[in-house]
């Protein structure tokens, strides 16, 4: 494939989007007249919605400079990179702003102030304006709740945590804020950012999770855009336990970016950095700042809303509510004398933070609470936000950790940035150098010997190998002395070339084209014509990739099922079907059947006198059976969802080694076999119970998921080919002259007791290879016969064809 210019990539990334768009819009239009595609449209629409939010980040990284971020705890070491690789030639880094020249590293960010903004240095055409010369981007509503749900984690509150998560008290949640629906969307949040919310805390409150998904985060999804910014607290407030303090800080800075019109950047005076006298100011580059929020001491600012390249009209903002919300500040730099690589490239400085704040002078007044918590969370934070957009193309390391405590949380945000930017397997990151380099200076604490950091330890190994391995996912630099220095340069000049970010997009654009085409539109586009060849192609590859793995065969079949807590969860969470009507026979019969093992059904067997009415009642069919028979299909619906997610279980991929493709298509046949031998019917047929619901509600629902467990569990484990023949069956491939999962034969002459352990074969039967092996055969013959039942047969020739023309705007030019 031809490489594509940066405006041809974004373009068609654009294209993609507009694509996905009118998928959504297809299947909400569909979905009412295809069964299958119903079952699976809501977990289908959100994840478009993921490639979309995808897409999107791709088409804007195309358009940005490349850059080169720092990262550590060593401000020391990072200035030191940063100004071996821009400072002019006496070693300044100054910057013009408002006429005014001021040196960054002495009069904006001196080393004594903990910072909480990125700073930005760019040699491109800056944005001159006298009054308002400093360029500042904000956060957005999605990125406030995301900071206050880290705020909250870094306290884990587990008691609350638990509290929150109550499934009676979610519904409720809702079902109040549904009534407070808005008739049209409220701008600040839609329902793609609150699909990026929930992948942040799938990364960082995983365990929590199993809880909202299958209800609070499709609700939120829907919900969100159309509520007012109080209602929206009350929505989120789930996430962190409902702590008002924490509810009324996202409510407080929600409002703010309302009153600034929703602007992504605006233009601030120059007193937000330096005082008259141009010395560093308690401004929005000391973290400190924040804790005058709502206290006399804050300072009111005017400051100019940023939107596409114009000027708004002045808003009133205080200084603290900037210093929170501020998270890149950007430095212009003159272009240099002689020709420099670095002049196109932008680099970004992460803020070093722990929690020693700058000493502030005694206040007559309480601080705000939150200060030190939101700041911490915001810091930890920021690169994260900038590897979900993409704007980072090389990052450097100064120190990553400087506690123990530190290596989890630092680890994991670098190893998200690694698979990210440069590939999500060594495999693709096998064909560049590594991105993500540890710098060591001067200043770093293994080479320090000043008295000050005796005893300090340094815990990047243990980050280190948090990450991967050298080589693949990481590398090394040395940069102590000049010379150092100059191979460091001589390095990233050549590993910063915009082909190299251009082929990184491509290949991401070219995986977003095969997520869609190939897997999750693949089904409902399929032509019938070309079935038969395609079923064999697939049960080859399958085969050929499982044969390899029978090793891990156990913990694959164990993956495909859902577990017992779920399915119990989900019978619960439906509402108790019974009616007001039948209460007294339940009550009649709670008196007769004390017993707690009791199955609802007391008769005399020695008696012979007819049965009592209120018996032959309770023994007849009543509402119980529609209840059990809307089970049956959430129980169809929640497994063929839980199967469409595995392919996403990144852990689980690595674990058997195979590629995310084969489960696609693994999945995807095992959901087709399922709908062919009416699965759905088994449950109801299993389920289908005439007992009475609700005097043992609990214990009932342990009964009833034991009984699905069992249908599924008998098509994962055999395919449905118990219920053949063997004489049906295809021929084993392994145990030969016998049929797939064969009893082992008897013998013809019974052995007493005293001679079964003295008749054993010279060679033990391996019955283990010949359940894998023959299962692996079975997976191929459902493959086979499930031509004719695919997912796109229940449509009509129009519908099929209405999407085949959208899937023409995920193709490449």
């Known amino acids: 494939m031809k490489s594509l210019t940066n405006k041809q990539l974004s373009r068609q990334l654009q294209q993609v989007t507009q694509g996905i768009d009118q998928t959504i819009d297809w299947i909400s239009h569909t979905r009412q007249h295809a069964m299958r595609l119903d079952i699976e449209a809501d977990l289908l629409t959100i994840k478009l919605r993921r490639q979309r939010n995808k897409a999107r980040q791709l088409s804007n990284s195309a358009l940005t400079a490349m850059s080169i971020g720092f990262f550590g705890q060593s401000s020391a070491g990072k200035q030191h990179l940063i100004s071996a690789l821009i400072a002019d030639g006496n070693g300044r880094l100054e910057t013009t702003l408002g006429g005014k020249t001021l040196d960054f590293w002495q009069q904006i960010k001196p080393g004594y102030q903990a910072s909480g903004v990125v700073t930005r240095f760019s040699h491109q055409a800056a944005i001159s304006h006298e009054s308002h ?102 929505l989120f407030s789930v996430l962190w336990a409902e702590r008002p303090p924490l509810t009324d800080a996202y409510r407080h800075f929600a409002y703010t970016l309302q009153h600034l019109g929703g602007a992504a950047q605006l233009l601030a005076p120059l007193s937000v950095l330096v005082d008259d006298m141009l010395l560093p100011a308690n401004g929005i580059m000391n973290v400190a700042t924040l804790d005058h929020l709502n206290t006399p001491a804050d300072t009111q600012i005017q400051v100019l809303p940023w939107v596409n390249n114009e000027v708004g009209n002045s808003v009133t903002l205080s200084l603290a509510e900037l210093t929170l919300l501020a998270v890149e500040l950007q430095i212009p730099l003159p272009m240099p004398a002689t020709e420099n690589v670095f002049e196109s490239i932008d680099l970004l400085d992460f803020p070093d933070f722990n929690d020693a704040f700058n000493a502030l002078p005694p206040l007559d007044h309480e601080i705000f609470p939150q200060a030190a918590l939101l700041s911490q969370a915001k810091n930890s934070y920021l690169l994260e936000r900038y590897t979900d957009q993409q704007q980072i193309n090389l990052l450097l390391i100064c120190n990553a950790a400087t506690q123990r405590a530190e290596v989890k949380a630092v680890g994991k945000a670098l190893d998200y940035w690694v698979k990210q930017t440069q590939g999500e397997n060594a495999q693709v990151r096998s064909r560049r150098n590594p991105g993500l380099i540890w710098a060591l200076t001067p200043f770093d604490q293994r080479m320090v010997s000043d008295q000050s950091m005796a005893g300090a330890t340094s815990h990047d190994e243990a980050v280190q190998r948090y990450v991967g391995n050298p080589g693949d996912s990481w590398g090394t630099l040395l940069a102590l002395d000049t010379r150092g220095v100059e191979r460091m340069v001589t390095y990233l000049t050549q590993e910063i070339h915009r082909d190299i970010k251009t082929e990184r997009i491509n290949e991401q654009l070219i995986e977003l084209q095969r997520e869609l085409t190939d897997n999750l539109l693949a089904g409902w586009t399929q032509s019938a014509t070309s079935e038969s060849q395609q079923k064999q192609r697939i049960a080859e590859t399958l085969l050929k990739a499982l044969q390899t793995r029978t090793g891990l065969h156990g913990e694959l079949l164990e993956r495909l099922l859902p577990s017992r807590d779920e399915l119990r969860a989900l019978y619960l969470q439906q509402q108790d079907p019974r009616q007001p009507q039948n209460r007294p026979v339940e009550l009649s019969l709670a008196a007769v059947n004390a017993e707690p093992f009791s199955i609802g059904i007391d008769i005399d067997l020695f008696s012979d ?135 082992p034969p008897k013998s013809a002459t019974p052995l007493g007791a005293s001679q079964r352990l003295t008749k054993l074969a010279l060679t033990p039967t391996n019955n283990t290879a010949f359940y894998i092996y023959d299962w692996l055969v079975g997976l191929g013959e459902i493959i086979i016969q499930n031509e004719g039942y695919s997912a796109s047969s229940e449509m009509t020739a129009q519908q099929r064809e209405q999407l085949a023309a959208i899937s023409m705007l995920f193709q490449a030019d």
């Open 609 to 743: 006198l007819p049965l009592s009415p209120e018996l032959e009642t309770s023994m007849a069919p009543t509402a119980s059976s529609d209840y059990e028979t809307e089970y049956a299909a959430s129980v169809q619906r929640y497994w063929i969802n839980h199967l469409r997610q595995l392919p996403d279980n990144g852990p689980l991929i690595e674990l058997l080694g195979i590629t995310k493709p084969t489960i696609e298509l693994l999945v995807t046949e095992l959901i087709t076999a399922s709908i062919r031998l009416d699965i759905t019917g088994q449950l109801v047929t299993i389920l289908a119970d005439s007992e009475q619901v609700g005097l043992q509600r609990e214990t009932k629902a342990d009964r009833q998921v034991s009984r699905a467990l069992t249908i599924l569990g008998d098509f994962v484990a055999w395919l449905g080919f118990l219920q053949i023949s063997e004489v049906q069956r295809p021929d084993s491939r392994i145990n030969r002259g016998a049929k797939i999962f064969a009893l």
């Open 133 to 234: 010369p400093v360029l500042v981007s904000l956060l957005s509503e999605v990125d406030i709740a995301k900071l206050i749900v880290g705020a909250f984690l870094l306290e884990n509150h587990s008691d609350e945590q638990r509290h929150s998560l109550d499934e009676q008290h979610i519904a409720d949640h809702l079902q109040q804020l549904v009534m407070r629906r808005q008739p049209v969307a409220i701008a600040g949040i839609s329902s793609d950012d609150v699909i990026g919310l929930w992948d942040y805390l799938a990364r960082h409150d995983a365990p929590r999770q199993k809880i909202l998904e299958t209800h609070f985060w499709p609700a939120a999804i829907a919900l969100a855009p159309y509520l007012s910014i109080d209602d929206r607290a009350r």
